[in-house]
C-alpha cells in the first residue's frame, strides 16, 4: 500500500468509524433526554390528576374543609417538580453531548497523530525507494555510457575507472530497493530499461559525433538488449518508463 493508499484506508475506516461512534452516542443521549422528558409527561399528569380530584372532592364541613387545606401543596408540587425535572433534562442532556463531543476530540486527534506517524514512516519509505531506485538507473547509465565510451580512444582510459566505482553502486541501490522497500520486479526492470533507453540515445550520439565504429556497434548491442528486455517484461506483466519520466 503507497501513501495515497493507507491514508485513504484511515479516513474509509478508522475517521469514519470515530464519526459513526458519535453519531450513535449522540443519538443515544437524545433518547435518554426524551426517556426523562416521557417521566416528566407522566408525573405531571399523575400530579394533575391528583390536583384535580383534590379541587372536585367535595368539602368535609365537619373539619372545616379541612380535606381542601392542602391542595394548594399539590399546585407548588406540580411546578417544583416540573421545574425540577426540567432542569435535570437539560442539564443530563447538555452533559452527555458534551462527554460525547469531548471523547471525540480526543479519539480524532489519536486518529489523526496516529495517521501523520504511520504516513511518515512509510512515505518517508516510500521516498527513500524511489530514491534508490533513481540512484541505481542513474549509476547503471553511467555504466553504460562508460561502455560506449570505450569505442572512443580518446575518452576510454578516462571512462574506464568509472565501470568499477558505478556498477556496484547501481547493483547495491537497486537490490536495497528490492530488499527493503520490497520494490516489484516491475521497478527493478523498468530502472534498467530507463538507463539503457537514455544510453542508447546518448550512446549514439556520442558514436555519430566522435565517428566511432565500436561505440556504434555497443549501441546495437544496447538496442538488442532492450528489445530483449521488453519481450520478457511483457510477459510478467510491467510496462518500461518514459524516458523524460523517473525510473
Keep these: 500500500m503507497n501513501c495515497r493508499d493507507i491514508g485513504q484506508w484511515f479516513t474509509d475506516n478508522v475517521e469514519q468509524w470515530v464519526n459513526q461512534w458519535r453519531a450513535s452516542a449522540d443519538q443515544q443521549c437524545t433518547q435518554a433526554q426524551h426517556w426523562l422528558e416521557q417521566v416528566e409527561q407522566d408525573l405531571q399528569s399523575w400530579l394533575h390528576t391528583q390536583q384535580q380530584r383534590c379541587s372536585e372532592q367535595e368539602c368535609n364541613w365537619g373539619c372545616l374543609c379541612c380535606n381542601k387545606w392542602f391542595c394548594w401543596l399539590i399546585d407548588v408540587l406540580v411546578q417544583v417538580i416540573t421545574v425540577v425535572i426540567t432542569t435535570i433534562d437539560h442539564v443530563i442532556a447538555a452533559i452527555c453531548h458534551l462527554i460525547v463531543t469531548l471523547i471525540w476530540v480526543l479519539a480524532s486527534i489519536v486518529v489523526q497523530v496516529v495517521k501523520w506517524a504511520v504516513l511518515a514512516i512509510v512515505c518517508g519509505l516510500e521516498a527513500l525507494c524511489g530514491l534508490l531506485i533513481?540512484?541505481?538507473?542513474?549509476?547503471?547509465?553511467?555504466?553504460?555510457?562508460?561502455?560506449?565510451?570505450?569505442?572512443?580512444?580518446?575518452?576510454?582510459?578516462?571512462?574506464?575507472?568509472?565501470?568499477?566505482?558505478?556498477?556496484?553502486?547501481?547493483?547495491?541501490?537497486?537490490?536495497?530497493?528490492?530488499?527493503?522497500?520490497?520494490?516489484?520486479?516491475?521497478?527493478?526492470?523498468?530502472?534498467?530499461?530507463?538507463?539503457?533507453?537514455?544510453?542508447?540515445?546518448?550512446?549514439?550520439?556520442?558514436?555519430?559525433?566522435?565517428?566511432?565504429?565500436?561505440?556504434?556497434?555497443?549501441?546495437?548491442?544496447?538496442?538488442?538488449?532492450?528489445?530483449?528486455?521488453?519481450?520478457?517484461?511483457?510477459?510478467?506483466?510491467?510496462?518500461?518508463?518514459?524516458?523524460?519520466?523517473?525510473p
Design 134 to 246: 533513481l540512484v541505481g538507473a542513474l549509476a547503471l547509465l553511467v555504466v553504460l555510457l562508460a561502455i560506449v565510451a570505450q569505442g572512443v580512444p580518446a575518452w576510454a582510459a578516462i571512462a574506464a575507472p568509472w565501470i568499477p566505482i558505478a556498477l556496484p553502486v547501481a547493483v547495491a541501490a537497486l537490490v536495497l530497493a528490492r530488499s527493503l522497500c520490497d520494490a516489484s520486479r516491475c521497478r527493478a526492470f523498468g530502472a534498467i530499461g530507463w538507463a539503457l533507453k537514455w544510453a542508447i540515445v546518448a550512446g549514439a550520439i556520442i558514436a555519430v559525433v566522435m565517428l566511432s565504429p565500436l561505440s556504434a556497434l555497443i549501441v546495437v548491442i544496447f538496442g538488442g538488449l532492450i528489445a530483449a528486455l521488453i519481450v520478457a517484461i511483457e510477459r510478467i506483466p510491467c510496462t518500461l518508463p518514459r524516458m523524460l519520466g523517473l
